[in-house]
T-cell receptor, first 111, second 114 residues
């Protein structure tokens, strides 16, 4: 069973515009959510996280929103830059401290 | 400070064979986790090692096994390889007690089983 889902395999955005990446989860016991970014031939790198007790966390151009009632989170990147082109993974941390990843969304930011 | 390294980068094996993948943790890290990333999927947790003992396991059969050494480097062993084992294998290290965001990933080993 897929506890963390990213239903959009790809997203294409114009440079300077907002990128919105979405993630849904099924387990209401998750208490921490993270976004990772992955370039080809590199491992995933941590981008931003949010605790389940919050609904928003912002770090520069990146903001993560959490809607617990809908079991949904989103990552906003504004303004988008060509260097943001990568695969973005949403992940949830379970009670054992282990990460459960979504399938990923490939973001392409066009100049 | 050296990052997480993995070897080899790529590997081709035949069904039924055995394979060993290696990981060197980031300096100062005592916990290592292994993940399998199939094509078009996100990384799936295989298991974690802390102080040379398995500390949690995902939904993978016993033919997936691991080792952690006193210097905190690690190995992932897969016996009786199947075609579905073809994937990118990632290891990640951190200090026990740190949040998951402190987990640093290596570049991965691409395993192809034919």
């Amino acid at each position: 069973d897929q506890q963390v889902k990213q239903n959009s395999p790809s997203l294409s955005v114009q440079e300077g515009r907002i990128s919105i990446l979405n993630c849904d989860y099924t387990n209401s016991m998750f208490d921490y959510f993270l976004w990772y970014k992955k370039y080809p031939a590199e491992g995933p790198t941590f981008l931003i996280s949010i605790s389940s007790i919050k609904d928003k966390n912002e770090d520069g151009r990146f903001t993560v929103f959490l809607n617990k009632s809908a079991k949904h989170l989103s990552l906003h990147i504004v303004p988008s830059q060509p260097g943001d082109s990568a695969v973005y993974f949403c992940a949830a941390e379970n009670q054992g401290g282990k990460l459960i990843f979504g399938q990923g969304t490939e973001l392409s930011v066009k100049p | 400070e050296t990052g997480v390294t993995q070897s080899p980068t790529h590997l081709i094996k035949t069904r039924g064979q055995q394979v060993t993948l290696r990981c060197s943790s980031q300096s100062g890290h005592n916990t290592v986790s292994w993940y399998q990333q199939a094509l078009g999927q996100g990384p799936q947790f295989i298991f974690q090692y802390y102080r040379e003992e398995e500390n949690g396991r995902g939904n993978f059969p016993p033919r997936f096994s691991g080792l952690q050494f006193p210097n905190y480097s690690s190995e992932l062993n897969v016996n009786a390889l199947e075609l579905d084992d073809s994937a990118l294998y990632l290891c990640a290290s951190n200090m026990r007690g740190q949040g998951s965001y402190e987990q640093y990933f290596g570049p991965g080993t691409r395993l192809t089983v034919t």
